[in-house]
């Protein structure tokens, strides 16, 4: 069997060598490799039929389902970029990403987009929609110059030769917050999605025989790595739309789960339940992202499954996966963020360049094949993150670009690297990434505050949550109440603030003559004597 050099090929080999094993699981129904491989060729050929161009962008808007993974794999595999977005996202931010991606297809149901037709108009490249369900009642066309197909229709194309593709052109844009302003979109090659499900499935040892559930968005890195390491390994992918942390545990015991990938607040909730007793029978091992795993959660968990092996890991999106603690490190390191993943090389580097020596802070530099394409129609931003590595780095003959994180961190005199903090003010709840800038523009676009400024305050179980002070319009009183209602209309939940302070007068000003957050939070914890 070749090596796998673009994202199709994931699947078409594991259809090919086990083309009657379960790929998905969803909602009690199974889809075969061979079933789900003659799904994609089909969207393929349906979008080649609306005259889709390499490199065109192919929005994914839907719950986690088969048409969400067959709307991915189906412009991959015809050549176009898939750009999944998050549904958990208000109107307005879809709405953003489809404007700034530039997408000429938008795949979704026709529930979305009835709460998205209004804006669409924003969305000037949009030429397609495609929308999943019964093709009875399609609705009216939402602006002049824009179809709508039901995916039905769509799958009974003729077949069509796809775009011609390397595996270092662009497959995806993952959207993500950056530090300013509203999400980032960032360019994933198909070489890097095959070289992250190569790394990852190899130190997991995923195989034909696992489960692995798909708890996390499909818009998230690590939660599209599921399927890319499931189809890499001819392992059987579970999607989960869950309400409840139970549902979740539920699951993993109907489905008979071997591997889960989750973060922090969803592993604390997990925590605290009666697990029911055959998960401990067949889970094989439970890997962490997107925050530290609290000592005593992990704890909690292998007591619960002391048969499965804890993989404690940190990544990125601009890098897609950076490193892991090995299960068997967990007891003696258990802070640890572990080493660089297979086929990855992470440098600990000063301000200047060079080397930082054992446990010396520096910034984590993430160099090799995993390592993104850059940032979605924002070269001034992919030129900060995204640099020549100096050869005193590395000791590297060529220059060659890596991802600066932005992240401080340590590394002992045995190479394991420790997560020190951000240097940027980025928030992180429940797994997420939220710009401060772009809660504070939410808040502006309500008409109702003056001036604003957010950051994040610590929580037990979410890691962070947004914390906001705000001032009075020039023309009355702050109706608090009124304010909260309009975000959480508009912000996804994770965003709303948790706490509202209201002061009056101007927030007080940095050097730069901006709003500065880190005063106004030192003195807000010390007026509630945290």
Same mark, same amino acid.
């Given at each position: 069997?070749?090596?796998?050099?673009?994202?199709?090929?994931?699947?078409?080999?594991?259809?090919?060598?086990?083309?009657?094993?379960?790929?998905?699981?969803?909602?009690?129904?199974?889809?075969?490799?061979?079933?789900?491989?003659?799904?994609?060729?089909?969207?393929?050929?349906?979008?080649?039929?609306?005259?889709?161009?390499?490199?065109?962008?192919?929005?994914?808007?839907?719950?986690?389902?088969?048409?969400?993974?067959?709307?991915?794999?189906?412009?991959?595999?015809?050549?176009?970029?898939?750009?999944?977005?998050?549904?958990?996202?208000?109107?307005?931010?879809?709405?953003?990403?489809?404007?700034?991606?530039?997408?000429?297809?938008?795949?979704?149901?026709?529930?979305?987009?009835?709460?998205?037709?209004?804006?669409?108009?924003?969305? #000037?490249? %949009?030429?397609?929609?495609?929308? *999943? @369900?019964?093709?009875? &009642?399609?609705?009216?066309?939402? =602006?002049?110059?824009? $179809?709508?197909?039901?995916?039905?229709?769509?799958?009974?194309?003729?077949?069509?030769?796809?775009?011609?593709?390397?595996?270092?052109?662009?497959? #995806?844009? %993952?959207?993500?917050?950056?530090? *300013? @302003?509203?999400?980032? &979109?960032?360019?994933?090659?198909? =070489?890097?999605?095959? $070289?992250?499900?190569?790394?990852?499935?190899?130190?997991?040892?995923?195989?034909?025989?696992?489960?692995?559930?798909?708890?996390?968005?499909?818009?998230?890195?690590?939660?599209?790595?599921?399927? *890319?390491t499931g189809f890499h390994s001819g392992a059987?992918?579970?999607?989960?739309?869950?309400?409840?942390?139970?549902?979740?545990?539920?699951?993993?015991?109907r489905e008979r789960v071997t591997g889960i990938?989750?973060?922090?607040?969803?592993?604390?909730?997990?925590?605290?339940?009666?697990?029911?007793?055959?998960?401990?029978?067949?889970?094989?091992?439970?890997?962490?992202?997107?925050?530290?795993?609290?000592?005593?959660?992990?704890?909690?968990?292998?007591?619960?499954?002391?048969?499965?092996?804890?993989?404690?890991?940190?990544?990125?999106?601009?890098?897609?996966?950076?490193?892991?603690?090995?299960?068997?490190?967990?007891?003696?390191?258990?802070?640890?963020?572990?080493?660089?993943?297979?086929?990855?090389?992470?440098?600990?580097?000063?301000?200047?360049?060079?080397?930082?020596?054992?446990?010396?802070?520096?910034?984590?530099?993430?160099?090799?094949?995993?390592?993104?394409?850059?940032?979605?129609?924002?070269?001034?931003?992919?030129?900060?993150?995204?640099?020549?590595?100096?050869?005193?780095?590395?000791?590297?003959?060529?220059?060659?670009?890596?991802?600066?994180?932005?992240?401080?961190?340590?590394?002992?005199?045995?190479?394991?690297?420790?997560?020190?903090?951000?240097?940027?003010?980025?928030?992180?709840?429940?797994?997420?990434?939220?710009?401060?800038?772009?809660?504070?523009?939410?808040?502006?676009?309500?008409?109702?505050?003056?001036?604003?400024?957010?950051?994040?305050?610590?929580?037990?179980?979410?890691?962070?949550?947004?914390?906001?002070?705000?001032?009075?319009?020039?023309?009355?009183?702050?109706?608090?109440?009124?304010?909260?209602?309009?975000?959480?209309?508009?912000?996804?939940?994770?965003?709303?603030?948790?706490?509202?302070?209201?002061?009056?007068?101007?927030?007080?000003?940095?050097?730069?003559?901006?709003?500065?957050?880190?005063?106004?939070?030192?003195?807000?914890?010390?007026?509630?004597?945290?």
């Amino acid at each position: 069997m070749p090596t796998p050099v673009l994202l199709p090929d994931l699947l078409a080999q594991s259809a090919e060598r086990w083309p009657h094993a379960d790929a998905l699981r969803s909602d009690g129904c199974a889809i075969a490799y061979e079933t789900l491989q003659a799904a994609v060729t089909a969207h393929r050929d349906g979008l080649l039929g609306l005259e889709i161009g390499r490199a065109d962008r192919v929005a994914v808007w839907l719950d986690k389902s088969p048409e969400t993974v067959v709307a991915c794999f189906g412009a991959a595999a015809a050549g176009a970029v898939f750009v999944p977005v998050n549904p958990v996202l208000k109107p307005m931010q879809v709405a953003h990403v489809l404007a700034d991606s530039g997408a000429k297809v938008l795949v979704t149901s026709r529930q979305r987009l009835a709460l998205l037709a209004s804006m669409l108009g924003n969305c #000037a490249a %949009l030429r397609h929609i495609v929308l *999943t @369900g019964s093709a009875d &009642g399609m609705p009216e066309v939402c =602006r002049d110059g824009l $179809a709508l197909h039901s995916w039905h229709a769509l799958a009974r194309s003729p077949a069509r030769v796809s775009h011609r593709v390397i595996d270092t052109d662009m497959a #995806a844009i %993952l959207y993500t917050s950056g530090s *300013t @302003g509203l999400p980032k &979109g960032v360019v994933l090659s198909h =070489r890097n999605l095959v $070289a992250g499900a190569t790394s990852v499935s190899s130190y997991l040892e995923n195989h034909p025989g696992d489960t692995l559930l798909a708890a996390l968005p499909l818009s998230f890195d690590a939660g599209f790595s599921q399927l *890319t390491t499931g189809f890499h390994s001819g392992a059987s992918v579970v999607l989960l739309n869950y309400l409840l942390p139970r549902d979740v545990l539920r699951s993993m015991d109907r489905e008979r789960v071997t591997g889960i990938t989750a973060v922090p607040p969803l592993y604390i909730q997990l925590a605290t339940l009666d697990w029911p007793p055959a998960i401990a029978q067949h889970l094989r091992y439970f890997a962490n992202t997107g925050g530290h795993m609290p000592r005593e959660t992990l704890a909690a968990l292998r007591r619960r499954v002391p048969q499965a092996r804890p993989f404690l890991m940190y990544g990125l999106t601009e890098a897609f996966r950076s490193t892991y603690l090995p299960p068997h490190e967990v007891d003696r390191r258990p802070d640890s963020i572990g080493k660089a993943i297979p086929n990855a090389e992470i440098l600990v580097l000063r301000e200047d360049g060079t080397p930082c020596a054992p446990n010396e802070p520096g910034e984590l530099v993430h160099r090799g094949a995993l390592v993104s394409m850059g940032y979605w129609n924002d070269p001034e931003r992919t030129a900060e993150r995204f640099r020549l590595l100096p050869a005193r780095a590395a000791g590297l003959p060529l220059p060659e670009t890596a991802v600066f994180s932005g992240d401080t961190v340590r590394m002992d005199s045995e190479g394991f690297l420790y997560f020190i903090g951000r240097r940027d003010e980025m928030i992180k709840s429940s797994g997420y990434r939220i710009s401060p800038t772009e809660v504070e523009e939410l808040l502006y676009d309500t008409g109702l505050v003056g001036e604003c400024a957010a950051w994040g305050v610590a929580h037990p179980t979410l890691g962070q949550v947004v914390h906001v002070v705000v001032t009075p319009a020039p023309d009355g009183a702050l109706d608090v109440e009124r304010l909260m209602t309009i975000c959480r209309s508009r912000m996804p939940a994770y965003m709303v603030p948790a706490h509202v302070d209201v002061k009056t007068g101007p927030l007080p000003r940095n050097a730069n003559g901006k709003i500065d957050r880190k005063a106004l939070a030192a003195s807000t914890e010390q007026s509630h004597g945290h």
